[in-house]
T-cell receptor, first 112, second 112 residues
């Protein structure tokens, strides 16, 4: 059974700092890995999707990497801003399935 | 604007009562999903549907039921058999399970 773990559970940083969020998964037979953002009391917004054959994806100040063999992904946020404060979740899609398995999320607070 | 609409935003259930959560999408997506989110936790899949008139159980289907009579609608009923229904419920959709999911803004269900 696929398990997804995110560390740390919560992170508080000053504005302007570069930061890394971590995601690990137990079964490397994945089709893709996705990063989402969730604001309090809201649904999820898709940030980045990395196919299993890719090493990284970039969107603006966000960069996600994937090391399938070691079962790890990182989300790098450059020059963090207070507006980046949210919970970030990663999810993996198995090659044999049609369902995402989610991690528990990292709650990020960026202080002005 | 295209998107997913969940209603109501807040819902209260009495003991022994069934309640139905609405999810409507105008994105012309084939696949739709229902998730449950408990505080500080990731999303757990309740039911999903890849095509009209067909749906599959997720990881925590007991005490829930769904229907998919129309492409744009995927209502979730929380039955009296679900003994711990208090949670945040999220609906999502996509064209294909391998594509990013689009989420509604959720329904928060509480017990009276």
């Amino acid at each position: 059974k696929q398990e997804v773990t995110q560390i740390p559970a919560a992170l508080s940083v000053p504005e302007g700092e570069n930061l890394v969020l971590n995601c690990s998964f137990t079964d490397s037979a994945i089709y893709n890995l996705q990063w989402f953002r969730q604001d309090p009391g809201k649904g999820l917004t898709s940030l980045l999707l990395i196919q299993s054959s890719q090493r990284e994806q970039t969107s603006g100040r966000l960069n996600a990497s994937l090391d399938k063999s070691s079962g790890r992904s990182t989300l790098y946020i450059a020059a963090s801003q207070p507006g980046d404060s949210a919970t970030y979740l990663c999810a993996v899609l198995k090659t044999s399935g049609s369902r995402l398995t989610f991690g528990e999320g990292t709650q990020l607070t960026v202080n002005p | 604007d295209g998107g997913i609409t969940q209603s109501p935003k807040y819902l209260f259930r009495k003991e022994g009562q069934n309640v139905t959560l609405s999810c409507e999408q105008n994105l012309n997506h084939d696949a739709m999903y229902w998730y449950r989110q408990d505080p500080g936790q990731g999303l757990r899949l309740i039911y999903y549907s890849q095509i009209v008139n067909d749906f599959q159980k997720g990881d925590i289907a007991e005490g829930y039921s769904v229907s998919r009579e129309k492409k744009e609608s995927f209502p979730l009923t929380v039955t009296s058999a679900q003994k711990n229904p208090t949670a945040f419920y999220l609906c999502a959709s996509n064209w294909d399970p391998r594509q990013p999911q689009h989420f509604g803004d959720g329904t928060r269900l509480s017990i009276l």
